[in-house]
């Protein structure tokens, strides 16, 4: 694309930013009642002011922040600690209420604001929190974390006590609303282990199996588990794994879901890089879109920091500091996630004479214990004793033996996204490299480029060495302990290979023959096949690749699933009439909106695959099959010789697809639209006590399944998408300034802003906005600028 043209289309952008808020605006107040009009007042009047000058107790220097058209704030310091603290201060001018329910999750706290509900969650927050050598935490991110924790946590209590001082401009609406005040923060509020443990596997996936082993027995429990590389289930010798399951850890869920406050009367990622060998400007580009939860406020916020030492842009979450994706001046990263298994469950054996103690290699052993105190909103204080045995925390217990979790979050420099304050800095490949001795979680592919022209990917992460494959859970009196962890250097990684190109999008990284047992369950590898095949017919047909066609890759709903499963179609006698047939042989393969075969598709898909579980998986297990087995299961369909029974099955599943089609949509085809079926719907946390017009945006409908590189996951049944890339980056080496990135729903967290949802019909449309580096670039933008001064 040339200058002219995205010059343009950055006006074009801004228009329609502009636009949809007003419009957005304009539903909210033609719907609400007297009550919901109150409520935006007091929500616009709440609102954090992003121009103008503020004096802060705490600064050193003069800082100045200049937010872009799309919130974006750009903060130029005169020294480090400043450029943290006001991060700090400017994150939560944006989303401190977000931020306060992240560090009560981590604390074990939210029961005392949203009630019972959040009882058993505090519970086991408490159990997971680190409780190593301090010192030793701090220093494993980097030598000067804990002064950046320091300075970043007083810039947040700074906005906070400039929005409690007697006389002020008040709390949030958010905090007006849920009825309680946010409290100063502390370092070690940012060393969430409960953020991270959603990050890490398998725990769940070790019940999962043992569930089905008991159900079934080894052989078929292993058939439906898809393991890569191929083993079998090792239970271990004399070991009951009946009564385990999932469920007995339901309420051991991270940080990043939705919590709701009800009205009281009362988480696949992609990213490749390519060299400039194949590229317009002879220059790398790298793209990334990491896929999470998408919810309101957005789990990203993207943030540019600048002082002596630091010129980064890009995405983290608002309570860390620093930038996990992005780029610095010279090098760009990217980031999805590398399936480690950093997770063991052992079952330990309680003395049936004294269940305070367990079995050990050396006899009986006593369960450590903490009692702790946790406050209930509208109930009376509740004392719960915390047990832990030499693995870990005690997940549950029966009267004979306990479930406890080892895991690497116990280990020091565990917490999320806190390796990026090295990978910040980093300026080559080798120090890149260095870096990701830093970086254990999340287990991460890593995509790299430079502006030198190299390209790499590193897979980094704390992977445990074990013996056994880490799929069940294993007997805690011995014989199944880790011995270390995987040098850094032996984990996955590549420099400038001969394809000119990398793409991950969580499929197995390993390579045939690795000695290391770090993990067997990957995500499906459609998006990975996908990806390669258009950067590799753009290189057969000798097109230089392009910044639009790295944005249109990012946006791509070509499903491979669905092509295979209409070439076995279409291979399949019978049914030359059937209209429904036609319709499928005559689709491209493209899940757009509009689209009714897509539509037809998705439900046929599920059909299918129902009938393939029946046909394959034995009825005790049936209900244990997850996705990735279901996709197993499918790629083995499309794979078989045709036959007889294969073009019934396919022909019958399709009838029953398109009965329900009818039922959804109506007997007219020609009407039929998966973006009908398959909407976005954001919903905040306080939508019981707030108007809804003011905090949920309206639904959006969406193209794209699991399976696409547009990966808009939604659960069966349902269709709504509850998971997707709610940031993406497209960094150009050759010129900074031609960097693209969009965020989703808006950059503040705060309703009334107007930044709260104006980017959603950007990122709905697969749109971005300029990713303003230099200092001239930024000037420019600039549209709200914001001077603090000490």
């Not at 090098?331 to 050990?360: H, M, S, V």
């Not at 770090?518 to 690749?545: K, N, T």
């Amino acid at each position: 694309m040339t200058t002219d043209i995205r010059a343009r289309r950055v006006v074009a952008v801004a228009i329609l930013v502009c636009a949809a808020a007003g419009t957005l605006a304009h539903i909210a107040s033609g719907k609400a009642s007297r009550a919901g009009a109150a409520w935006e007042e007091r929500a616009k009047a709440a609102v954090s002011a992003i121009a103008g000058k503020v004096k802060l107790a705490g600064l050193r220097a003069p800082v100045r922040v200049e937010r872009d058209p799309w919130g974006v704030a750009h903060i130029y310091a005169a020294n480090q600690h400043d450029l943290f603290f006001a991060q700090g201060y400017v994150a939560a001018q944006d989303r401190l209420f977000q931020m306060e329910l992240w560090k009560r999750s981590g604390q074990g706290r939210l029961a005392e604001v949203t009630g019972e509900s959040e009882l058993q969650h505090d519970i086991r927050a408490r159990l997971l929190r680190y409780r190593g050598d301090m010192d030793t935490e701090y220093r494993s991110y980097s030598a000067d974390t804990k002064e950046i924790l320091e300075a970043f946590t007083a810039g947040i209590n700074a906005y906070i006590a400039e929005r409690t001082v007697p006389g002020g401009p008040g709390l949030p609406v958010e905090f007006q609303a849920a009825g309680f005040a946010p409290e100063p923060w502390k370092p070690e509020d940012c060393l969430n282990r409960m953020a991270a443990f959603s990050m890490t596997g398998n725990a769940f996936s070790e019940l999962a199996h043992a569930e089905a082993l008991a159900a079934v027995g080894v052989q078929e429990a292993t058939a439906i588990g898809g393991f890569d590389p191929r083993v079998s289930l090792d239970p271990a010798e004399g070991v009951d794994y009946a009564g385990l399951s999932p469920e007995l850890l339901k309420d051991l869920v991270g940080s990043d879901r939705r919590i709701a406050f009800e009205a009281r009367v009362k988480e696949g990622s992609n990213n490749w890089v390519v060299s400039g060998k194949l590229t317009a400007t002879g220059k790398p580009i790298l793209a990334n879109d990491p896929h999470r939860i998408l919810a309101e406020p957005s789990l990203r916020y993207i943030v540019h920091l600048v002082a002596p030492g630091w010129n980064v842009i890009g995405a983290g979450e608002p309570a860390l500091p620093g930038v996990a994706a992005g780029h610095n001046e010279r090098i760009a990263w990217g980031f999805t996630i590398f399936g480690l298994d950093q997770q063991d469950l052992y079952l330990e054996e309680k003395n049936p004479a004294n269940g305070g103690e367990y079995r050990t290699e050396k006899g009986w052993e006593n369960f450590q214990t903490e009692r702790e105190e946790f406050r209930v909103r509208d109930a009376r204080p509740t004392t719960v004793e915390l047990r832990f045995t030499r693995h870990g925390p005690v997940l549950w217990e029966d009267a004979k033996r306990a479930l406890v979790l080892h895991w690497v979050g116990a280990e020091p420099g565990t917490a999320g996204y806190l390796g990026s304050l090295a990978v910040d800095r980093a300026e080559n490949w080798n120090e890149f490299s260095e870096a990701m001795r830093r970086w254990k979680v999340p287990s991460e592919n890593m995509v790299y480029a430079d502006v030198e022209g190299n390209i790499g990917e590193f897979s980094a992460g704390l992977a445990p060495l074990r013996s056994w494959t880490g799929l069940l859970p294993v007997p805690g009196a011995g014989g199944f302990e880790w011995s270390g962890f995987v040098p850094t250097e032996k984990l996955p990684h590549s420099f400038n290979p001969d394809a000119g190109f990398i793409a991950t999008a969580n499929h197995k990284m390993i390579p045939e023959g690795y000695p290391y047992r770090v993990g067997y369950e990957w995500a499906p590898p459609e998006r990975f096949l996908r990806i390669p095949a258009v950067l590799r017919e753009a290189a057969s047909r000798h097109h230089a690749l392009t910044m639009d066609d790295m944005e249109a890759l990012q946006s791509d709903v070509t499903s491979e699933l669905a092509r295979a499963l209409v070439a076995s179609l279409r291979a399949a006698p019978g049914g030359s009439g059937d209209p429904y047939r036609k319709m499928m042989l005559a689709w491209d393969g493209r899940i757009t909106r509009n689209s009714g075969a897509a539509a037809l598709y998705e439900i046929w898909s599920a059909e299918l695959q129902n009938a393939l579980i029946e046909r394959s998986v034995p009825a005790a297990a049936r209900k244990l099959v997850r996705g990735l087995e279901t996709a197993d299961l499918m790629d083995a369909f499309v794979k078989e010789v045709p036959s007889a029974a294969k073009s019934e099955l396919l022909n019958t599943t399709l009838a029953k697809a398109a009965g329900k089609m009818k039922s959804l949509q109506g007997p007219d085809a020609s009407q039929w639209a998966w973006g009908k079926l398959h909407v976005l719907r954001l919903r905040h946390g306080l939508d019981a006590l707030l108007p809804v017009s003011l905090v949920d945006p309206g639904a959006v409908e969406r193209p794209g399944d699991g399976h696409t590189v547009n990966a808009t996951a939604y659960r069966p049944g349902s269709y709504e998408q509850v998971a997707g890339a709610s940031y993406r980056e497209v960094m150009d080496l050759s010129d900074w300034d031609r960097s693209v990135a969009i965020n989703t729903p808006g950059q503040s967290g705060q309703p009334g802003s107007k930044h709260y949802a104006d980017l959603l019909p950007l990122w709905n449309d697969g749109q971005y906005f300029p990713l303003n580096y230099s200092k001239s670039a930024v000037d420019r933008a600039a549209m709200d600028i914001l001077e603090l001064v000490p």
